[in-house]
């Protein structure tokens, strides 16, 4: 018997060692085969925009399929939670947005924890928003919209991409700060909310300057200031909420790269030096930049803490502002 232990343990050991010495050869190989890229919103919004530009430029970094797969719904929660439940062989990766780590303290049953059940890769941009109406309002600055407000209370709709995103708590720290009552109308991603405020449904909404940009620049929405403490590079000319009146305004949106938690770190690591290879270049800097956003590309050691410290920093938003899921 005990000789049968003995056998069994060394056959274990050999094996377990055969397993990890494969572990670097898995990531140099990798992906032998096309990888699920998630983006758990609807096209048209900036987790889409960008998603799609990674997703191509890693297919092409590797000369293998990237799988856009759009799965949108509950403010981005039900992709995540895909991701979450996917295998943990290197061929799922998702991306996760600040909504997911909002979401943590407005839905008990999430179905995923945004720092514990995932490989974190990289953060891959900050994104400003934008203060939008529609050009048929009657105003033009951050006063004139709060002078609105205050005569008109709870006449005014403003759009999010869904309870527990940016752009919901952007609004609600302005209604706040600003003392005003506008109603909120969520919608399943930053996508169909532009329409709707594109055809006049919506007067008022926080959007990221690259999914709303270009109906800005057209001339169909009217920029009125940028949700952060310094003006947008590109847009100099668009002055901030904090330099409008409402003094210490700051907030915006961020994306990152994820994979299900257990994803052997050397594919981790592979595919975080690829793309930080990718964001560091001065041609992807740019792109982003014209679409608007600033390149991060961290470790995925940072990513993870930064992943935690915007948890537990929105949870006290969330409680402060008694906002629940919708």
Same mark, same amino acid.
């Given at each position: 018997?005990h000789c049968?232990?003995?056998?069994?343990?060394?056959?274990?050991?050999?094996?377990g060692?055969?397993?990890?010495?494969?572990?670097?050869?898995?990531?140099?190989?990798?992906?032998?085969?096309?990888?699920?890229?998630?983006?758990?919103?609807p096209?048209?919004?900036?987790?889409?925009?960008?998603?799609?530009?990674?997703?191509?430029?890693?297919?092409?970094?590797?000369?293998?399929?990237?799988?856009a797969d759009?799965r949108?719904?509950?403010?981005?929660?039900v992709?995540?939670?895909?991701?979450?439940?996917?295998?943990?062989?290197?061929y799922?990766m998702?991306?996760?947005?600040?909504?997911?780590?909002?979401?943590?303290?407005?839905?008990?049953?999430?179905?995923?924890?945004?720092?514990?059940?995932?490989?974190?890769?990289?953060?891959?941009?900050?994104?400003?928003?934008?203060?939008?109406?529609?050009?048929?309002?009657?105003?033009r600055s951050?006063?004139?919209?709060?002078?609105?407000?205050?005569?008109?209370?709870?006449?005014?709709?403003y759009?999010?991409g869904?309870s527990?995103?940016? =752009?919901?708590?952007?609004?609600?720290?302005?209604?706040?700060? $600003? %003392? /005003?009552? !506008?109603?909120?109308? @969520?919608?399943?991603? #930053?996508?169909?909310?532009?329409?709707?405020?594109?055809?006049?449904?919506?007067?008022?909404?926080?959007?990221?300057?690259?999914?709303?940009l270009?109906?800005?620049?057209?001339?169909?929405?009217?920029?009125?200031?940028?949700?952060?403490?310094?003006?947008?590079?590109?847009?100099?000319?668009?002055?901030?909420?904090?330099?409008?009146g409402l003094?210490?305004?700051?907030?915006?949106?961020?994306?990152?790269?994820?994979?299900?938690?257990?994803?052997?770190?050397?594919?981790?690591?592979?595919?975080?030096?690829?793309?930080?290879?990718?964001?560091? =270049?001065?041609a992807?800097?740019?792109?982003?930049?014209?679409? $608007? %956003? /600033?390149? !991060?590309?961290?470790? @995925?050691?940072?990513? #993870?803490?930064?992943t935690?410290?915007?948890?537990?920093?929105?949870a006290?938003?969330?409680?402060?502002?008694?906002?629940?899921?919708?």
């Amino acid at each position: 018997m005990h000789c049968l232990k003995r056998f069994v343990f060394a056959l274990v050991s050999v094996l377990g060692l055969g397993i990890v010495a494969l572990l670097p050869v898995q990531a140099q190989n990798y992906p032998g085969k096309p990888v699920r890229f998630i983006i758990p919103f609807p096209p048209g919004g900036p987790t889409d925009i960008l998603g799609r530009v990674i997703s191509q430029r890693l297919a092409e970094t590797w000369n293998m399929q990237v799988i856009a797969d759009n799965r949108p719904g509950a403010g981005g929660n039900v992709g995540t939670a895909l991701c979450a439940q996917a295998p943990p062989d290197g061929y799922t990766m998702c991306m996760i947005s600040i909504a997911q780590t909002i979401s943590r303290s407005i839905y008990p049953q999430l179905g995923f924890d945004p720092v514990k059940d995932f490989a974190h890769v990289t953060l891959l941009a900050t994104l400003p928003s934008l203060l939008l109406v529609h050009s048929s309002l009657p105003v033009r600055s951050v006063k004139e919209l709060i002078a609105l407000a205050k005569a008109r209370p709870g006449a005014l709709n403003y759009a999010s991409g869904g309870s527990g995103t940016s =752009s919901q708590m952007l609004m609600e720290l302005f209604k706040r700060d $600003g %003392g /005003i009552d !506008i109603v909120h109308v @969520p919608y399943k991603g #930053t996508g169909p909310a532009l329409i709707d405020q594109l055809s006049g449904q919506i007067e008022v909404a926080f959007s990221t300057i690259m999914a709303a940009l270009p109906y800005a620049q057209s001339g169909r929405l009217r920029m009125i200031a940028v949700s952060t403490k310094q003006r947008f590079p590109r847009l100099l000319h668009v002055p901030t909420i904090d330099e409008s009146g409402l003094k210490g305004f700051d907030g915006g949106s961020w994306q990152g790269l994820i994979m299900p938690a257990g994803t052997a770190r050397e594919v981790v690591s592979k595919v975080n030096a690829d793309l930080v290879k990718m964001l560091k =270049s001065p041609a992807m800097k740019d792109k982003i930049l014209t679409l $608007g %956003g /600033i390149t !991060i590309g961290d470790t @995925p050691d940072e990513f #993870t803490a930064y992943t935690k410290a915007e948890v537990e920093k929105w949870a006290k938003v969330v409680k402060a502002a008694g906002i629940h899921g919708e």
